[in-house]
């Protein structure tokens, strides 16, 4: 009769790595703290004081990275998804800081250059640290060591996504170490735990459709002796999919596969960007503006700014604006025609404003309104809507977040008259390309594409 080993706890399960984590982020702030009371006083020692702010300084800044799961495992996290955890944890110190240091009245009673260089010197300490750790792992785990060992349970081919990742895998601390197919009989299940036992694999994951519910709850219960950790990653293969997470509600986990990004955090920075920039862009472009407006009065008959309805955000109405570039007429009832080379509609003034996009100029009022963003999906005439969103999959998801006056597409080429299906077909990839890797630096990154090259265009 075999004896069981006898079990010795690892570093990890007796002492909690974010325990640990939080004592050197917590040391590197207080060290931090004496550097700056060095560089602002040239002198070491602090007084009582400082040595209290010093200690709640460090205090809030740990808790407010607890609180926001930052000494979570990094294990299968990006570094600069870590390092942007980190840093929105350090604004929300600032803000407690700042809050505690009004309500009690003790900002003046410290130096403000000891302590913005207290906070400087801190964050580039825990940075540098963060990163150290990370490369340190990273040249750990590529050399075969501190990886987690995966067993995968397919159907298919319901595991190529992730066949199209392995070699990325053990930089994330991770290595699949066999596939298997499912099979529903006694003798497969006992290849199962014989697999997991063999390679002693620390995680089983399930890359199964949606529609093998009860095929899950059978592997759990053929796993139910084993400590093995189960994760389950549907084959979505066929959905298309936008801004899709896990979400929690009502105390019921939602697998969420299609949201806007526009959300809480998200929706304020978009705001302020348009506010700000489109405040900016709008005092600049006025005199440029009031230019074209007479010169659309002198040279053709009609008003200088054309108006039209257009589909914004969550499929509400909206008026848009632009310079008027064509000849007054008429189109028949829901007909939209769109610009195209030699088109005699086209003023000759009318011609220029279009290549050289002036004509969009007055779209930064709707912007200012908050009806458009500065950057986001091209608003398509209604006429347009009606008969795309039939044709082109996913086309209606575009209307998740407010148009733009540039984008994603419209840098990349995809603007102007889209005279075949198929253009239309990558305009909306793009865009929503767009809306699932929404960011601020994506929005500036459009922005100054846009000026670099968006102004002049061949296009009717």
Not at 241 to 268: C, F, K, Q
Not at 334 to 357: C, M, Y
Not at 368 to 382: C, E, F, K, T, Y
Request: charged share 20%; aromatic share 10%.
């Amino acid at each position: 009769m075999k004896h069981p080993t006898h079990y010795i706890p690892t570093i990890a399960e007796r002492y909690p790595l974010a325990l640990f984590a939080g004592l050197v982020d917590f040391l590197l702030i207080v060290a931090g703290s004496y550097v700056a009371h060095w560089l602002r006083f040239d002198d070491w020692f602090m007084l009582d004081h400082y040595l209290v702010g010093t200690l709640v300084v460090a205090l809030v800044l740990v808790i407010c990275q607890f609180m926001l799961g930052t000494y979570l495992s990094w294990r299968g996290r990006h570094l600069w998804a870590q390092l942007g955890r980190m840093f929105v944890g350090w604004l929300l110190a600032l803000a407690v800081l700042a809050s505690i240091a009004v309500l009690l009245k003790v900002a003046e009673n410290y130096s403000r250059i000891w302590l913005v260089s207290t906070l400087s010197v801190a964050l580039g300490f825990v940075t540098i640290f963060r990163v150290s750790v990370f490369l340190f792992l990273r040249n750990l785990r590529l050399q075969g060591r501190n990886l987690k060992h995966a067993l995968v349970v397919e159907t298919n081919d319901a595991a190529a996504p992730l066949r199209a990742v392995l070699d990325e895998l053990p930089e994330q601390g991770y290595k699949v170490v066999s596939f298997l197919s499912l099979r529903n009989d006694d003798a497969w299940y006992d290849e199962l735990r014989a697999q997991v036992e063999a390679h002693r694999a620390h995680e089983v994951w399930l890359c199964l459709p949606l529609n093998q519910g009860e095929a899950i709850k059978r592997l759990l219960y053929a796993l139910r002796h084993h400590t093995v950790d189960v994760r389950y990653i549907p084959d979505l293969g066929d959905l298309p999919l936008l801004n899709h997470r896990i979400s929690s509600i009502g105390g019921l986990y939602t697998l969420d596969i299609s949201r806007s990004p526009m959300e809480g955090p998200a929706r304020v920075i978009k705001r302020l960007e348009d506010l700000i920039l489109g405040s900016l862009i709008t005092v600049l472009i006025l005199p440029v503006c009031a230019v074209i407006a007479i010169a659309i009065k002198m040279t053709s008959s009609g008003p200088v700014i054309f108006k039209q309805y257009r589909m914004g955000i969550n499929g509400r109405r909206f008026k848009v604006y632009k310079f008027r570039s064509m000849e007054v007429h008429e189109e028949g009832s829901g007909q939209v025609t769109q610009a195209h080379f030699g088109d005699p509609r086209i003023t000759k003034l009318g011609a220029f404003l279009r290549r050289t996009s002036l004509d969009e100029l007055p779209q930064f009022y709707n912007v200012l309104q908050g009806r458009m963003s500065i950057v986001g999906p091209r608003p398509h005439a209604l006429a347009h809507n009606e008969y795309y969103k039939d044709v082109v999959e996913s086309y209606m998801q575009r209307h998740k977040v407010k148009p733009g006056i540039t984008g994603w597409a419209q840098v990349n080429g995809l603007r102007g008259e889209t005279d075949t299906l198929e253009k239309m077909e990558k305009r909306v990839q793009h865009d929503l390309w767009y809306i699932d890797n929404w960011s601020l630096w994506l929005d500036l990154k459009i922005i100054i594409l846009t000026v670099w090259k968006g102004f002049f265009n061949d296009q009717p």
